[in-house]
């Protein structure tokens, strides 16, 4: 673990930093050196004086054991935190490195607050796997220092804090492969072999998995996904297919995996990514085995893991996603590819309007859904990006009976049932 952190603060002042505040990231790098007019970067620009600021950044060589300290390091800080420390999501990132990542919180302490912050933060540096750095400014507030405490009191490092420009690609897109979208089976279920000890019912979950698995053989039969958003009519629409078509009607995640669902939600993203991709290849086995008998619907597949995944990885504008023909969007080499994937489409009124009337509970990412239109705007977007089985979008708003007859003269041109 030093030499882990020695290497990461060798290159210290090549990283840029990013601060999220109202749903997007700020950004700010650092000089061992200032050149020039000092500039305050606009993440300290609501920085009263005298305030300090602070910074945590998870640096745990095991992803898995990094993931879940980071996880649940935002309850332990809003707990011990004085009211008024604003905490904020925070990354730190060598632009254009893959796997630089380092995620954390960004904080500032109000007048006669700083000693309590510092005695928590320094008891954290201490025990966890974590850089702690602290923010101070000068008498005119126009530069702001950053002091790195990886190092001896008697010889703090401290370096220039500057603005930065926005980086070519959003510190999360560089890290996603096999992070928060995975792209093969060995992948996912390391991530939960290494959680067997503190989550035993990873071993049930991976005893789910057919022994011989063979995702990517060809059915006989078409295979139809239908994908959406809550409330835009999916139920309804693959319960009408099965009976119209005579086909088997499977859903993703798949029901053997249902009792463990509620836990996993409750993992931090690795964890519950790797979970819900180890559901996406139980569900193809399910599909090759009734494909070789009828067609078959399915109620959601991999667009969904992918898609969600990638639209809270990456926060801000749509502009701020992977680019298309990004490899995040590629379907995965080893999991069975759809006949035809049809994406339903709804105003978000009236998606808000049938999650209402229909009063069922929600998970964390459908409540985002509700009050963040560029959350939701990202997952619409991410699903039209995906390549190698791509989402026909079908508009949901009609009746359930156009919108069937619309899905079956999709279904009969692109599959010739």
């Known amino acids: 673990m030093a030499r882990h952190l020695k290497l990461l603060v060798q290159r210290w ?23 020039g007019e000092p500039v305050p970067p606009d993440v300290f620009s609501e920085v009263q004086k005298q305030d300090r600021c602070y910074s945590l950044l998870v640096c745990s060589g095991d992803r898995v054991t990094g993931d ?5 390091l935002r309850d332990r800080l809003q707990r011990q935190l004085p009211p008024g420390s604003g905490l904020r999501s925070m990354s730190s990132f060598i632009p254009d490195q893959k796997g630089s990542l380092l995620k954390g919180y960004f904080l500032q302490s109000r007048a006669g607050n700083s000693s309590l912050i510092e005695d928590i933060l320094t008891d954290l540096e201490q025990r966890n796997p974590v850089l702690v750095c602290s923010y101070s400014q000068s008498e005119d507030g126009q530069q702001w220092t950053q002091c790195l405490w990886y190092q001896s009191e008697d010889n703090p490092v ?23 979208v995975f792209y093969s089976l060995d992948e996912a279920c390391d991530v939960l072999k290494q959680c067997g000890d503190i989550i035993p019912e990873t071993r049930s979950v991976l005893g789910m998995l057919p022994s011989s698995l063979d995702a990517r053989r060809k059915p006989d039969f078409p295979v139809i996904v239908i994908e959406g958003l809550d409330a835009t009519g999916k139920t309804t629409l693959t319960e009408s297919l099965r009976d119209s078509l005579g086909a088997t009607l499977l859903r993703s995640p798949p029901q053997c995996l249902s009792a463990w669902r509620g836990r996993f939600d409750r993992e931090p993203p690795l964890i519950r990514r790797a979970f819900y991709a180890v559901g996406n290849y139980i569900t193809a086995e399910q599909i090759n085995q009734e494909a ?3 067609p078959v619907i399915v109620d959601r597949f991999w667009h969904s893991t ?12 749509v502009s701020n996603l992977p680019h298309e023909g990004a490899e995040v969007y590629h379907w995965p080499g080893d999991l069975l590819q759809p006949s035809l994937v049809i994406l339903l489409t709804l105003d978000p009124e009236e998606r808000k309007r049938r999650l209402r009337s229909r009063g069922l509970m929600k998970t964390d990412e459908e409540e985002e859904l509700d009050h963040n239109k560029l959350f939701r705007t990202r997952v619409e977007e991410a699903y039209r990006r995906i390549v190698g089985s791509a989402c026909i979008a079908l508009d949901a708003s009609p009746s359930a009976d156009l919108v069937l007859q619309q899905a079956l003269l999709l279904i009969r041109a692109k599959c010739h049932l």
């Open 68 to 72: 879940r300290f980071h996880w649940e």
């Open 13 to 35: 002042s090549s990283r840029v930093f990013s601060v999220e505040v109202d749903g997007a990231p700020r950004y700010f790098g650092i000089r061992e050196q200032l050149r």
């Open 158 to 180: 401290r370096f220039c804090v500057v603005p930065s420009e926005t980086p070519k690609h959003h510190p999360s897109v560089l890290n996603m492969i096999n992070s928060d």
């Open 306 to 317: 992918a898609a969600y995944a990638i639209a809270t990885a990456v926060t801000g504008p």
């Open 292 to 294: 070789s008998k009828s």
